[in-house]
């Protein structure tokens, strides 16, 4: 298992590097991020994969996100893990995200409630400003999660003046599944570009500021291409996932 994971991670850098060569010189030197996405996987492949070279870890499940983080054999054998919290974040469960060691980002800040609840629970560990990413639904998908890209300004502001204890590092999206890339590019990639566009004009950011993070298995290489700086990136390198009955969009509302 572990010796797969570790061709499955090769295979994705191989590709992840190709797709850098591929971008337009614009973007050519903007390093984009890799995030393994481990979610249903047990540990022992977190850390072939770690021992392999990945650092960045990502889990939508805030249960599992706990375990594994907190788990004696991770701390010990992956001292530099950065863990992403990909999941939908229910404002009551904000202290288990916050009780997180090595917690790197929160993709998925979706409210100006929510946000405001992992500032102030964050503020009372006075550590450096936690990472947080602004979850824009870019596919008007009833079942995706995410703010309206039109709402999301607003909360990207509020988190710059009333959420000190947070860090604005970008907007993420899902999007919607199995988009025919034949088609041309992926509308939910525009959507999120042209979304930091209006944030940054409305609130007088720098793009290259503001961070995207969007691609996943089946689109990381297209993403990369048009400038996404962090892809999130789980059956590809860990196997195909045993999906309990919910698609992993609707999961962690336990
Ligand atoms: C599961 C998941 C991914 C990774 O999906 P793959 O298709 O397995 O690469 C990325 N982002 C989010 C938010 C996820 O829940």
Same mark, same amino acid.
């Given at each position: 298992?572990?010796?797969?994971v570790?061709?499955?991670?090769?295979s994705v850098?191989?590709? !992840?590097e *190709?797709?850098?060569?591929?971008r #337009? %010189?614009?973007l050519?030197?903007?390093?984009?991020?890799?995030?393994?996405?481990?979610?249903?996987?047990?540990?022992e492949?977190i850390i072939? *994969?770690?021992?392999?070279g990945?650092?960045h870890f990502g +889990?939508?499940y @805030?249960?599992?996100?706990?375990?594994?983080?907190?788990?004696? +054999? @991770?701390?010990?054998?992956?001292?530099e893990?950065?863990w992403?919290?990909?999941?939908?974040?229910q404002?009551?469960? &904000?202290?288990?995200? &916050?009780? $997180? #060691?090595?917690?790197?980002m /929160?993709?998925?800040?979706?409210?100006?409630?929510?946000a405001s609840?992992?500032?102030e629970?964050?503020g009372? !560990?006075?550590?450096e400003?936690?990472?947080?990413? &602004?979850?824009?639904?870019?596919?008007?998908?009833?079942?995706? =999660?995410?703010?309206?890209?039109?709402?999301?300004?607003?909360? /990207?502001?509020?988190?710059?003046?009333?959420? %000190?204890n947070l860090k !604005? *590092?970008?907007?993420?999206?899902?999007?919607?599944?199995g988009?025919?890339?034949?088609?041309?590019?992926n #509308?939910? !990639?525009?959507?999120?570009t042209?979304?930091?566009l209006?944030?940054?004009?409305?609130?007088?950011?720098?793009?290259?500021?503001?961070?995207?993070?969007?691609?996943?298995s089946?689109?990381f +290489?297209? *993403?990369?291409?048009?400038?996404s700086?962090?892809?999130?990136?789980?059956s590809? @390198?860990? =196997?195909?996932?045993?999906?309990? %009955?919910?698609s992993? $969009?609707?999961?962690?509302?336990k």
């Amino acid at each position: 298992m572990g010796e797969a994971v570790k061709a499955g991670l090769k295979s994705v850098l191989e590709r !992840f590097e *190709a797709a850098c060569k591929r971008r #337009p %010189p614009e973007l050519s030197l903007i390093r984009p991020r890799l995030v393994a996405v481990s979610k249903t996987k047990p540990n022992e492949l977190i850390i072939a *994969a770690y021992e392999a070279g990945q650092r960045h870890f990502g +889990e939508n499940y @805030i249960q599992e996100l706990n375990q594994k983080s907190n788990d004696a +054999e @991770i701390l010990s054998k992956c001292p530099e893990i950065r863990w992403h919290f990909i999941g939908r974040l229910q404002r009551n469960k &904000v202290s288990k995200v &916050v009780n $997180t #060691p090595n917690l790197y980002m /929160v993709e998925t800040i979706d409210s100006a409630k929510l946000a405001s609840a992992l500032h102030e629970a964050w503020g009372k !560990f006075g550590k450096e400003p936690i990472k947080i990413m &602004v979850q824009v639904n870019t596919s008007a998908e009833a079942e995706k =999660g995410g703010l309206k890209p039109e709402e999301t300004p607003d909360v /990207v502001s509020h988190v710059l003046e009333k959420c %000190p204890n947070l860090k !604005f *590092a970008g907007l993420m999206t899902i999007g919607q599944y199995g988009y025919d890339i034949s088609l041309g590019p992926n #509308p939910d !990639f525009q959507v999120l570009t042209k979304c930091r566009l209006d944030v940054c004009q409305k609130l007088g950011l720098k793009s290259d500021e503001v961070e995207l993070s969007m691609g996943m298995s089946d689109d990381f +290489e297209h *993403a990369i291409e048009v400038g996404s700086t962090n892809v999130r990136v789980g059956s590809s @390198i860990f =196997g195909a996932r045993l999906y309990k %009955p919910k698609s992993p $969009t609707h999961e962690d509302q336990k």
